[in-house]
Nanobody, 127 residues
C-alpha cells in the first residue's frame, strides 16, 4: 500500500498556529485530505486537495483558518492551521486516494472514499 507519514502535531495555546505535514511514499495522489477525531466524536472531514490543479475543499468549521496545500516535488500534503481554538483539539489523520473526483463531488467529505491513511498525529489546543 501507499504509505502516509504524518508529522507536526503538538500542544499549542488558543490563537496559535501549527503546520501538519504528511509525506506520501508511493504514487502521486489523485486527492489527498485531512480528517480529525476528538474523544467521544466521530471522525470528521477537515480539508482536501485535488493534486493536479490544487482544487481545495474545507469544512465550515475551519474555513478561513486552515489551509491545505501540496508539494509536487516532495509529494507532501500539508495543513497550515491558524487561530487555533479549543474545539480543534483532535487526532488529525491524513488520507489519500489515487482516484480523482469532479469539483462538485461530495466524495471529498466521505472518509470511505479514501484508500490510504496515516497513523494520526495529536493536536492539543489548551489554555
Amino acid at each position: 500500500q501507499v504509505q502516509l507519514v504524518e508529522s507536526g502535531g503538538g500542544l499549542v495555546r488558543p490563537g496559535d498556529s501549527l503546520r501538519l505535514s504528511c509525506a506520501v511514499d508511493g504514487r502521486t495522489p489523485g486527492v489527498a485530505g485531512w480528517f480529525r477525531q476528538s474523544p467521544g466524536k466521530e471522525r470528521e472531514f477537515v480539508a482536501s486537495i485535488r493534486w493536479f490543479d490544487a482544487n481545495t475543499r474545507y469544512a465550515d468549521a475551519v474555513k478561513g483558518r486552515f489551509t491545505i496545500s501540496r508539494d509536487r516535488a516532495k509529494i507532501v500534503v500539508s495543513l497550515q492551521m491558524s487561530r487555533l481554538e479549543l474545539e480543534d483539539t483532535a487526532v488529525y489523520y491524513c488520507a489519500a486516494t489515487l482516484r480523482q473526483w469532479n469539483s462538485g463531488s461530495s466524495y471529498y467529505r466521505d472518509q470511505l472514499k479514501y484508500d490510504y491513511w496515516g497513523q494520526g498525529t495529536q493536536v492539543t489546543v489548551s489554555s
